[in-house]
């Protein structure tokens, strides 16, 4: 069955970091371009960044530039989303998605930055 | 970057009803264009892909089309479990983006 499942959220406050983690079984991670996108409470749908298959290619939304660094094992099947800097418009919930037209999504873990 | 606009903002229909929800890109997008369903709690759910290509499991009564800037969702035969929310997203240029969404509610 292929799944997706992000875990590492939390309440953090403004200013420190936090790392997610996003566990891929059923396929493997090394033939797919893998997303971190994220939902704030009662807003719509935000990209935050993409890594390629081979890790050789990052991208970022402007909002996280700088702060937020994606990454990928495809040892462990398993793409991270380190996120330094935390702001409270980080709160969110951060989905990991598969592909360039995100046909997998996992459920999703918390974010809450507050202080 | 590219900017999605969707419309309407929602919808009211009835079950049984068919719908369309138009998405507009700023710039042309060849047909690099999906679209999510998600409902209250959940995750999104991939429903179309390359713009008019069904993502396998997904009912055909779902259908989409368009190319270049302009693109349509259509459900036909509205069933209670249709009502969500619909957002469309751009995967031809970094950074990807998405429509605001519309939200389709029981009249």
């Known amino acids: 069955q292929v799944q997706l499942v992000e875990s590492g959220g939390g309440v953090v406050q403004p200013g420190r970091s936090l790392r997610l983690s996003c566990a891929a079984s059923?396929?493997?991670?090394?033939?797919?371009?893998m997303h971190w996108v994220r939902q704030g409470p009662g807003k719509g749908l935000e990209w935050v960044a993409v890594?390629?298959?081979?890790?050789?290619?990052?991208y970022y939304a402007d909002s996280v530039k700088g702060r937020f660094t994606i990454s990928r094992d495809n040892s462990e099947n398993t793409v991270f989303l380190q996120m330094n800097s935390l702001r409270p418009e980080d709160t969110a919930i951060y989905y990991c998605a598969r592909s360039a037209y995100m046909d997998v999504w996992g459920k999703g873990t918390t974010v809450t930055v507050s202080s | 970057d590219i900017q999605m606009t969707q419309s309407p903002s929602s919808l009211s229909a009835s079950v049984g009803d068919r719908v369309t929800i138009t998405c507009r890109a700023s710039?042309?997008?060849?047909?690099?264009l999906a679209w999510f369903q998600q409902k209250p709690g959940k995750a999104p759910k991939s429903l179309i892909y390359?713009?008019?290509s069904l993502q396998s499991g997904v009912p055909s009564k779902f259908s989409g089309s368009g190319s270049g800037t302009d693109f349509t969702l259509t459900i036909s035969s509205l069933q209670p479990e249709d009502f969500a929310t619909y957002y469309c997203q751009q995967y031809n240029t970094y950074p990807y983006s998405f429509g605001q969404g519309t939200k389709l509610e029981i009249k």
């Open positions: 710039q042309g997008i060849s047909n690099y």
């Open positions: 059923g396929f493997t991670i090394s033939y797919n371009t």
């Open positions: 390359a713009a008019s």
């Open positions: 890594i390629s298959h081979d890790g050789g290619d990052k």
